[in-house]
């Protein structure tokens, strides 16, 4: 089992920054390729950003590309989003996941692609 713990969320104001980090329990996280999602109410999973295992590769959502940036540190075992300009609009409930499934150099943003889920941290940027 793998337990990922997601911080660093809260309450911004527009054009403010914060970077969330996500943390992953066991020994194997540099075989993980990892993701940023996001859930508002009554609205489906989406992804923000994906990592690679090796951390070469990375995807981002068209809302999101120029202003945040994912990034991994494996000696850390732990995975970040830099946001910055953020907008109301990025308004959510920020998830981390990680796949343990065989991965090679991928980037995986379809939420049935991953097998492990954290619970989530509040990112509220008021206007």
């Known amino acids: 089992q793998v337990q990922l713990v997601e911080s660093g969320g809260g309450l911004v104001q527009t054009g403010g920054s914060l970077r969330l980090s996500c943390t992953a329990s066991?020994?194997?996280?540099?075989?993980?390729?990892m993701g940023w999602f996001r859930q508002t109410s009554g609205q489906e999973r989406e992804v923000v950003a994906a990592?690679?295992?090796?951390?070469?590769?990375?995807q981002y959502a068209d809302s999101v590309k120029g202003r945040f940036t994912i990034s991994r540190d494996d000696a850390k075992n732990t995975m970040y989003l830099q946001m910055n300009s953020l907008k109301p609009e990025d308004t959510a409930v920020y998830y981390c996941?990680?796949?343990?499934?065989?991965?090679?150099?991928?980037?995986?943003?379809?939420?049935?692609?991953?097998?492990?889920w954290g619970q989530g941290t509040q990112v509220t940027v008021s206007s």
């Open positions: 990592v690679s295992k090796t951390g070469a590769n990375t």
């Open positions: 996941a990680a796949r343990s499934r065989y991965s090679w150099i991928g980037v995986f943003v379809q939420t049935s692609d991953y097998n492990y």
């Open positions: 066991g020994r194997s996280f540099s075989s993980y390729a």
